[in-house]
């Protein structure tokens, strides 16, 4: 039913338009490359492919033809645009009038609703990213939160270690942590569906996985942190596209599964298929949802699993067009809101200058900011995604990450100046960040 | 001041020139250091100190059932050729499938290495030892052959090793720093063991000079991993207990090694030196003491590296040459905490005598975990090596 999808028609209507545009320009890329969408390889390169199943890094394929689908500023654009027919702006200016980039009426929490919202993150609560840092010894917090730990982890409690880690994991016991949140166990099965979707890659090739190749080779080969793991990525997302258990997720995505037709029979549904398999199409950044999971699992189907279950519960929202809190269209308003009413003359300046901040932000909070952050902080960072069942954290940190860096942002005077400023995330903590934002700022 | 290549110091401290420093240079190497630098002085100088260690009746000379030493069996095995020729034979003989290393000793950046497992490819030194017992071998032929580390930790597929920077201000008493922003080499190529792949330099030799030529070499990230992310990995896959029980035994190893050569160091007080350890780490988490050398690469092969060695050389002149002054070689060598800038105190001989020669031997004895880890964290926590 599509009120479960998106309550939202006019965001319902939107989201299926984005996607006839992605469609039409993944079709006619393969048109003008002549490549089918899928094929079945020949038994010679079957046998080539799973002897170099640990290293299809070093495959050097000719992808450059090849382009990403879309990359995050193209869904950028369709969000600005988005209105509601229902909704009468006026264009009289008021106190009330939105300044953003995003036009669109959601309600959106304010910081006394994030305090509440995000209360373990609290001054007086102890955390990690905080209070395990050096000056602090260990006994006035660490110790014991390392020992609550253990305990939720012999108990096997997933409620409880997802009130847990909203005070940050330890690094030992988050791949565990993280797998009861998420509700992976290690059964047999898993294991085996797993091997089955290798067996999928194995056999037939589609044009998605040339995508892919591209992505990983564009974004994680190059990152100092994730390089190392290039094989890793491969080895999930081609499978990933072959999954069509991950089509369950489209019952609450307002996004739907493309749809393609076996050659010659156009239109007929009986010959219609999801193309992928899996029903996402992957755009240039995707990789980095995998990347930063590679630190914490070196087993291909646990990490699998694992990538599997943050992209149906969380990574989906960050692009499609929903009206769910956590979308990425309401984080987007999120993040605008807060900047706006907490620090204006930051934005007010930005925004005379040509420098929107939101096209600066954006681009993190679609990747979760995956691979703009150190990765111990960005570990932290997702454990509160956990732990909250929630991305609002992500335009949350945006918004701080602008309130840390405003005095030199009062003093540029373009948008590529903006850009140089907000180019390296790497030393930021992000936890003293959110904390000074939301509970020790005075608004 | 005068920053010494190795040529330099040779001649500046070789006999005939009788060269004196005078009281305000100070320079940056010290006259003897091929004593750990060069692989088969640094493997005679650790044999040695084992033995002599072994004849007190020190506890850390202990050995366990199979003669092995306990807590200083960190070099791998190791003979020099020709000189130990047949005692390599006998080695060898006794596992027949294990693969060696050769490495010539006077060379750098991988040169000349290479990977043998049949008697018949070193037939070469034998045949000169046999045949010229007489003849003195140049020391530019000499090698030492070593066994190789066939189960190294694999990251992603794929070999690395460390390097790690030691500063070290005077040998008596010991007193070393370690910098906390060391970093992981990896190999361009996935890892086999397999024997097809024993002549391919890229899958087995870790050195940038070598890597940098390889088809999927990396001129962003260099192939080069920060140590602090080998720590955040470790600690997230195998748990924190190993992990720093790991970086504990690095520290011990580069300790004992200095300690290892201190009583033959020349130790002039016009010096200081800054060495490149080489330690790989095998698949069951214990280190190994590959190479130490006197002349660390102090060329950048990408941005952060660059950043990385500005600082290192940055924190090393602070700390031999303290405030920026015209140095005084009669100085204490005892420089504040705040200079230390990235470096952390290894070991500080004085200090370790002050709290109790024993206190060393009763913590490194009782423990698998060693002393508390706090030292090895990223973050700075500066104390002291209880050892």
Redesign the interface.
């Known amino acids: 039913p599509e009120h479960l999808k998106e309550p939202l028609v006019y965001m319902r209507k939107a989201q299926g338009s984005w996607e006839k545009r992605i469609l039409k320009s993944l079709n006619s890329m393969c048109t003008e490359l002549s490549i089918p969408l899928a094929r079945k390889r020949p038994v010679g390169e079957q046998k080539e492919l799973l002897n170099k199943w640990?290293?299809m890094?070093?495959d050097e394929p000719d992808l450059s033809l090849f382009r990403p689908v879309y990359a995050p500023k193209d869904f950028l654009e369709v969000l600005i645009n988005l209105r509601n027919p229902n909704y009468e702006n006026g264009d009289s200016l008021s106190f009330r009038t939105h300044l953003g980039l995003i036009q669109v009426p959601l309600k959106v929490k304010d910081i006394p609703e994030l305090k509440e919202f995000f209360v373990e993150l609290g001054l007086t609560t102890g955390q990690l990213g905080i209070d395990d840092?050096?000056q602090v010894p260990p006994e006035l917090f660490e110790n014991e939160h390392v020992r609550i730990g253990q305990k939720v982890l012999a108990e096997q409690d997933s409620a409880a270690a997802q009130q847990y880690i909203r005070q940050g994991s330890?690094?030992?016991l988050?791949?565990e942590l993280w797998a009861l949140i998420l509700n992976i166990s290690s059964q047999p099965e898993e294991l085996l569906y797993y091997e089955q979707l290798k067996t999928n890659v194995i056999q037939h090739d589609l044009l998605v996985d040339s995508l892919i190749y591209k992505d990983v080779k564009l974004t994680a080969?190059?990152?100092?942190?994730y390089?190392?793991?290039?094989?890793?990525l491969y080895q999930v997302l081609l499978c990933f596209s072959r999954d069509t258990s991950v089509l369950g997720h489209f019952a609450y995505n307002s996004a739907s599964p493309p749809k393609s037709y076996i050659r010659g029979k156009l239109g007929l549904e009986e010959y219609a298929v999801f193309y992928p398999p899996n029903g996402v199409i992957p755009f240039h950044g995707f990789s980095m949802y995998v990347a930063p999971l590679?630190?914490?699992?070196?087993e291909p189907s646990k990490l699998y699993q694992i990538f599997r279950e943050m992209y149906v519960r969380f990574f989906f929202r960050l692009h499609s067009i929903s009206s769910h809190p956590s979308g990425i269209v309401s984080l987007c308003l999120l993040f605008e809101t807060l900047l706006q009413t907490y620090l204006p003359q930051l934005f007010y300046h930005l925004r005379e200058i040509g420098a929107q901040p939101l096209r600066i932000s954006f681009k993190w909070m679609v990747r979760a900011f995956s691979g703009y952050l150190a990765?111990?902080q960005l570990?932290l960072l997702w454990d509160r995604i956990l732990g909250y069942n929630s991305l609002e954290i992500l335009a949350v940190l945006a918004a701080a990450v602008f309130a840390f860096r405003a005095v030199n942002l009062m003093e540029v005077t373009s948008l590529a100046a903006a850009e140089a400023v907000l180019a390296d995330l790497s030393t930021l903590k992000v936890m003293p960040l959110l904390q000074i934002f939301l509970f020790a700022t005075v608004t | 001041f005068y920053w010494m290549s190795v040529q330099t110091i040779r001649n500046v401290f070789s006999v005939e020139t009788g060269y004196r420093l005078s009281d305000d240079q100070i320079v940056n190497h010290f006259p003897n250091h091929y004593e750990l630098t060069r692989k088969d002085l640094m493997v005679k100088n650790i044999k040695r100190y084992r033995k002599e260690l072994e004849k007190e009746g020190s506890p850390l000379a202990e050995k366990d059932e199979n003669g092995k030493y306990l807590y200083l069996d960190f070099v791998p095995v190791t003979y020099m050729l020709p000189a130990d020729y047949n005692l390599f034979v006998e080695e060898f003989r006794k596992s027949p499938s294990s693969t060696w290393i050769m490495k010539p000793c006077g060379k750098a950046q991988g040169k000349g290495i290479f990977l043998i497992n049949k008697l018949s490819q070193i037939k070469k030194w034998s045949r000169d030892s046999k045949t010229s017992s007489f003849v003195t071998q140049s020391t530019k032929e000499a090698y030492v052959i070593s066994l190789y580390i066939n189960n190294p930790l694999l990251?992603?597929?794929?070999k690395f090793d460390l390097r790690l920077y030691v500063l070290v201000s005077t040998y008596r008493p010991l007193r070393c720093y370690m910098y906390k922003l060391g970093f992981c080499r990896?190999c361009t190529?996935?890892y086999t063991p397999s024997t097809s792949e024993l002549d391919n330099m890229f899958v087995h030799l870790t050195n940038v000079a070598i890597q940098k030529h390889g088809e999927?070499y990396?001129h962003?990230?260099g192939?080069?991993?920060?140590v602090?992310?080998l720590r955040?990995?470790l600690?997230?896959?195998r748990?924190?207990e190993v992990?720093s029980k790991l970086f504990d035994e690095i520290h011990w190893i580069i300790v004992q090694s200095l300690k290892a050569v201190a009583p033959v160091m020349n130790n002039d007080k016009h010096c200081f030196e800054c060495y490149g350890y080489d330690i790989i780490i095998d698949d069951k988490l214990k280190p190994w003491l590959i190479e130490v050398n006197a002349s660390p690469s102090l060329t950048s092969s990408t941005a952060?590296d660059r950043i990385l060695k500005y600082n290192l050389i940055n924190d090393t002149l602070n700390i031999a040459v303290p405030n920026g002054e015209i140095p005084d070689c009669k100085w204490n060598k005892s420089p504040p905490k705040e200079v230390l800038g990235n470096y952390e105190i290894l070991y500080d001989e004085e200090l370790a005598q002050g709290d109790g020669a024993d206190r060393e031997l009763r913590s490194r004895q009782g423990q698998s975990q060693g002393p508390k880890g706090?030292r090895s964290?990223d973050?700075?926590?500066t104390v002291l090596t209880t050892w």
């Not at chain 1, 080969?221 to 942190?225: E, P, R």
């Not at chain 2, 990251?155 to 794929?158: D, S």
């Not at chain 2, 192939?223 to 920060?226: A, R, V």
């Open positions: 640990n290293e890094g070093t840092s050096t330890p690094t030992a988050r791949a080969s190059n990152d100092d942190y390089f190392v793991f290039e094989d890793y590679c630190f914490l699992y070196h990765t111990d570990l | 990251i992603g597929g794929r990896f190529v996935k999927d990396n962003i990230h192939g080069k991993w920060t602090s992310n955040l990995y600690e997230s896959t748990g924190k992990t952060n706090g964290r973050s700075g926590r």
